[in-house]
């Protein structure tokens, strides 16, 4: 289990480095990116698919390989910080 635990650390300092130099580090933020996250996986298949393989080679961010983006210049991000509360069926934004 220890062990299992050090090598996912390896692994997720090793995508963290590369995905700094394959994509803007301004898209490798949030809960995805934690430590945590999957976000790590998606850095590690993006740079096999996207910058190896070719596929949404142009892409700033870590994206499927399924997914075709045609002009990454219209896609927008916005980040919304929203608190859900199924008991009472509220959402806050904050």
């Known amino acids: ?27 490798l933020t949030g ?15 993006g740079v096999l698919w996207q910058k190896i393989f070719g596929f949404n080679r142009g892409v700033r961010w870590p994206v499927s390989s399924r997914i075709e983006v045609s ?10 910080i929203c608190k859900y509360s199924t008991r009472l069926g509220l959402i806050s934004k904050h």
Do not use: S
């Not at 289990?1 to 898209?27: E, H, P, S, T, V």
């Not at 809960?31 to 298949?45: E, K, M, S």
């Not at 002009?71 to 919304?80: G, H, K, T, V, Y």
């Open 1 to 27: 289990m220890l062990l299992k635990r050090c090598i996912k650390q390896i692994l997720r300092q090793i995508a963290n480095l590369i995905g700094g130099i394959f994509y803007d580090k301004k898209y």
């Open 31 to 45: 809960r995805h990116f934690r430590a945590d996250g999957v976000g790590w996986r998606w850095i590690l298949r």
């Open 71 to 80: 002009n990454p210049d219209n896609i927008i991000f916005i980040q919304m």
